[in-house]
């Protein structure tokens, strides 16, 4: 057997090899680019999403009065308490 013709034989299936892993890499990158944009939109969205569900400031405004209007009823229960 020639040697020459083992070394084409052997230099080809190591191309064919490393084009193959070669391959197999570039379409690996194509999914984590794909995952990697579809995460970005979802982040995206929820931000857009969290950033229109604040409280509004009436909403804000009445819960702060209900606080401090039990607050100050606490407060003359423990006054007539400390009067007895």
Do not use: C
Not at 7 to 21: D, K, S, T
Not at 48 to 75: C, M, W
């Amino acid at each position: 057997m020639d040697y020459q013709l083992l070394f084409n034989v052997a230099v080809g299936g190591l191309a064919f090899l490393g084009g193959w892993v070669l391959n197999t890499l570039w379409g690996s990158i194509k999914e984590l680019q794909q995952a990697d944009s579809d995460l970005a939109t979802k982040v995206s969205s929820v931000e857009v999403l969290v950033a229109g569900q604040y409280v509004p400031r009436s909403e804000f405004t009445l819960a702060l009065n209900t606080l401090y209007h039990k607050l100050d009823r606490i407060s003359d229960q423990l006054s007539a308490k400390v009067d007895k």
